[in-house]
Structure formats: C-alpha cells, structure tokens
C-alpha cells in the first residue's frame, strides 16, 4: 500500500514538473520571439540611419572632388604661367588661381550611425554578413586615408606659410570671394589687378626657391586625394546597393 502511494506521487510530481518546465520553455520561446522582433526593428532603424549617412558622404565626397578638380586646375594654371615667364590669362585670374594653390579638401565622412553601432554592440543585430563586412570596409578605408591626411597638411602649411612672401594677404583673401559684399570688413576689396602687379607676383614666385616645388607637391596631393575619393564613392555606391537589398529582403519576410 506504501508503494503505491509513494510511486502516485511520484508520477504526480512528474507531472507537475513537466507542466512547470514546458511553461517556463514557452515563456523563453516567447521572450526570445519578442527579443528577435525588437532586434529586427532595430536593425531595420540603423540601416536606415545608415542609408542616410551614406547620402550625406556621396554630397561631401562630390563636393572634395569639385573643389579638388578646381584647386589642381588653379595650380597647374600657376606652374603654366610660372613655366612660360607670360601671362595668357587676365592678371586677375593669375591671382585668384595662386590664391587657390595652397587649399586642400577633404571629404567629411558623417559617422554617427557606425559610431553607435560600435560602441554599444549592436553591430551584431545587422544579420547579414555582406552587410557587415562591406560595413567594415569602408569605414576601414576612410580611416586609412585619415592617416595620410596628417602628411597631407604639413605640405599644405609649408607652403601656407611661404605664399605670403609672393602675394598680399588682402589682396589674396579679397579675390577668394566671389561675392565682395561678402568680405570681412577689415579686409579692402580687390577686384582688379594691374598688369604690373601680376607680373611683380610671377617675378617673386620664379624667384623663390620652394614655392613652386610645394605648388607641384600639392598638385600631386590632389591627384591622389581626388583618386582616392574616387574609389570611396564606388565603394559607397556598392555598400548602399547592398544595404537597399538587404532592407527589401527584411520587408519581404
């Protein structure tokens, strides 16, 4: 009689126990389907943010490679007249393309969704792996070129500081702006520029021993600035096709 009472509890416990472990796996399944459903809205969110931050460094790398075309073309002009010894430009072109030489731009990746992708972990939402790894590339590559930027602006302030010597401050600062209304006011307009004037500038910069140098250091500084921009839009190009198709694949689901 003993046994029998021992072995009904027995299977009554097994039953209980049963009925609490198969509730607590339904509660974990449904807490891991809630969790999986949070992580895909917000993987959702951040490839979004992402396409948004895609857009804004395709109009700054457009942008660098603009002004980087118009600056190299501003300096093969002054290496051009500096080589001929004879101006076939207005006297006021000539200056306003030496005031030009020594400028550099670069493209302004905006890094606020990858920053925060890093920096809490949530890298690990984003499922695909493409995704990931073109992720990681790019910024890659735009770090990269952050470490050649520190080279590139100690060229740029060599001959910053050697213009001075060939050209006038206010006069240079004056035809860097298209619009003279828009000039600081200390600084006196000029808008003209004598022959004679133009032709003391050329005959200070042929003189100079290190400024045309660094104009054509610089020159090359822009060839491989404007290449490697070149190469990140492609690659930008490529990265926002894969996260477009990606986020149509999660809207198929």
Do not use: C
Not at 141 to 170: D, F, S, T, V
Not at 202 to 212: C, K, N, T
Not at 220 to 241: F, V
Request: glycine share 4%; aromatic share 10%.
């Amino acid at each position: 009689m003993l046994w029998r009472k021992l072995q009904l509890n027995w299977r009554y416990a097994f039953g209980e126990f049963s009925i609490i472990l198969l509730g607590v796996l339904a509660a974990l399944a449904v807490d891991n389907w809630n969790s999986d459903k949070k992580d895909r809205f917000l993987e959702r969110e951040y490839l979004l943010s992402l396409l948004d931050d895609f857009d804004a460094d395709k109009k700054s790398l457009d942008n660098a490679m603009r002004r980087t075309e118009e600056i190299a073309s501003a300096q093969q002009t002054v290496l051009m007249v500096a080589e001929r010894r004879q101006f076939e430009i207005t006297p006021a072109e000539f200056v306003y393309a030496l005031s030009e030489v020594g400028l550099l731009v670069f493209a302004t990746p905006s890094r606020r969704t990858i920053d925060d992708l890093m920096s809490t972990g949530n890298l690990r939402i984003i499922e695909s792996d493409e995704v990931r790894t073109e992720l990681v590339n790019y910024y890659s590559r735009i770090e990269h070129r952050a470490q050649w930027q520190h080279n590139w602006r100690e060229y740029q302030i060599h001959l910053g500081k050697m213009l001075p010597e060939i050209i006038n401050w206010q006069g240079r600062e004056a035809l860097s702006f298209p619009d003279l209304s828009g000039l600081p006011p200390w600084v006196e307009p000029v808008d003209e520029v004598s022959q004679s004037e133009a032709q003391e500038i050329l005959d200070r910069l042929i003189a100079h021993p290190g400024v045309i140098p660094a104009i054509e250091n610089m020159l090359r500084i822009q060839s491989i600035n404007y290449q490697y921009n070149n190469e990140l839009k492609k690659r930008l190009s490529e990265l926002t096709e894969t996260v477009e198709a990606y986020l149509g694949e999660l809207e198929n689901r």
